[in-house]
C-alpha cells in the first residue's frame, strides 16, 4: 500500500485502500501497522485534524481497531 508523508511528531506517513477499509500507519520509531474496517470518514478525519496523533490516540486505541503489526 502506498503511504504518503504527513506532518506529525508521532506519526510519520498514512495509507489507505478503501475497498479494503484499511489503514497503514508508519510512526516515526519506525514501526508500522495495519488497521482494519477502517471507514473513509475516520480516515477523512484523522488528516484534517489539528493534531494527527492526539486524534489517533483517541480515536484508534478507544475503539480498538483489528491491527497487525507490519514493521
Known amino acids: 500500500m502506498k503511504r504518503v508523508a504527513v506532518s506529525s511528531r508521532s506519526l510519520r506517513s498514512l495509507g489507505y485502500d478503501?475497498?479494503?477499509q484499511a489503514l497503514e500507519v508508519?510512526?516515526?520509531?519506525g514501526s508500522v501497522y495495519r488497521y482494519e474496517q477502517v471507514p473513509a470518514e475516520v480516515v477523512q478525519a484523522l488528516?484534517?485534524?489539528?493534531?494527527?496523533?492526539?486524534?489517533f490516540n483517541q480515536?484508534?486505541?478507544p475503539q480498538h481497531y483489528s491491527y497487525l503489526r507490519l514493521k
Open 59 to 61: 480515536v484508534f486505541k
Open 47 to 55: 488528516l484534517e485534524a489539528d493534531s494527527l496523533g492526539r486524534y
Open 18 to 20: 478503501p475497498d479494503e
Open 26 to 29: 508508519e510512526f516515526h520509531n
